[in-house]
């Protein structure tokens, strides 16, 4: 029996019960909404992944998100939005709200399914840590030290391409534009090209070998780690 959680939230609940359905036949526990506001007065902290509709009442999918990703206890979750709207304009709404994926209007089960199976093993892969080092396999950060070891062999990063690989593997999964990386890895500081952070990258990319792959660029986006 898989251990994961998952909520349904969608206005249609015929949608919901098939999700549900189809969801549970793949081992998930799985619960459903047919709001916003009735999954709001869940226990999101217990949830693994969300699929969130969109477009629903006085509280849409997205605002639902932003108020998730502001709290401590439910900003990691996992967000699979689900929605007829597909323009460029939504997805990327979407992806700077932090979500995990985007499943547009009329779509197969088993997508879904592949795509839920996708988020899950990608986020598993963020392992535990406590506050003073996070690692993905064998990259290991020590945030105190500000040192990044490969397999046991220290790599030679910059304070920004450290702060850079740290912002990407806390929020693994998650697309972060160039602006939101400028805003949160050089804040206020002189101006700053965005050719500047495919620069870093770039480097980033040479130095950590090997997980170099995992940080993935989404054209038009910005760029994450281990997303597919």
Same mark, same amino acid.
């Given at each position: 029996?898989?251990?994961?959680? +998952?909520?349904?939230?969608?206005?249609?609940?015929?949608?919901?019960?098939?999700?549900?359905?189809?969801?549970?036949?793949?081992?998930?526990?799985?619960?459903?909404?047919?709001?916003?506001?009735?999954?709001?007065?869940?226990?999101?902290?217990?949830?693994?992944?969300?699929?969130?509709?969109?477009?629903?009442?006085?509280?849409?999918?997205?605002?639902?998100?932003?108020?998730? @990703? @502001?709290?401590?206890?439910?900003?990691?979750?996992?967000? +699979?939005?689900?929605?007829? @709207?597909?323009?460029?304009?939504?997805?990327?709404?979407?992806?700077?709200?932090?979500?995990?994926?985007?499943?547009?209007?009329?779509?197969?089960?088993?997508?879904?399914?592949?795509?839920?199976?996708?988020?899950?093993?990608?986020?598993?892969?963020?392992?535990?840590?406590?506050?003073?080092? +996070?690692?993905?396999?064998?990259?290991?950060?020590?945030?105190?030290? @500000?040192?990044?070891?490969?397999?046991?062999?220290?790599?030679?990063?910059?304070?920004?391409?450290?702060?850079?690989?740290?912002?990407?593997?806390?929020?693994?999964?998650?697309?972060?534009?160039?602006?939101?990386?400028?805003?949160?890895?050089?804040?206020?500081?002189?101006?700053?090209?965005?050719?500047?952070?495919?620069?870093?990258?770039?480097?980033?990319?040479?130095? +950590?070998?090997?997980?170099?792959?995992?940080?993935?660029?989404?054209?038009?986006?910005?760029?994450?780690?281990?997303?597919?």
């Amino acid at each position: 029996m898989n251990e994961h959680r +998952i909520l349904v939230v969608d206005d249609e609940e015929d949608l919901c019960e098939i999700l549900k359905f189809n969801l549970e036949m793949e081992g998930y526990a799985v619960d459903t909404a047919n709001s916003a506001e009735e999954a709001l007065k869940l226990d999101m902290s217990r949830y693994d992944l969300l699929l969130l509709d969109v477009m629903m009442g006085e509280i849409s999918g997205f605002k639902m998100a932003s108020m998730l @990703k @502001k709290n401590k206890d439910t900003q990691d979750i996992p967000i +699979i939005f689900i929605t007829a @709207k597909d323009t460029e304009n939504d997805t990327l709404t979407g992806f700077n709200l932090g979500a995990d994926d985007y499943i547009s209007k009329p779509f197969s089960l088993r997508e879904v399914i592949m795509r839920v199976k996708a988020v899950l093993r990608r986020t598993a892969g963020l392992q535990a840590q406590t506050p003073e080092q +996070i690692s993905y396999k064998g990259l290991v950060m020590n945030i105190p030290q @500000k040192k990044v070891t490969i397999n046991g062999e220290e790599a030679p990063l910059t304070k920004k391409e450290f702060e850079i690989l740290l912002l990407l593997l806390q929020n693994q999964g998650r697309v972060f534009s160039r602006e939101d990386i400028l805003a949160k890895v050089w804040h206020d500081e002189v101006y700053v090209l965005d050719r500047t952070i495919d620069v870093n990258i770039t480097r980033l990319r040479k130095k +950590i070998g090997e997980y170099g792959q995992r940080i993935v660029t989404r054209l038009g986006y910005g760029y994450c780690f281990e997303c597919e």
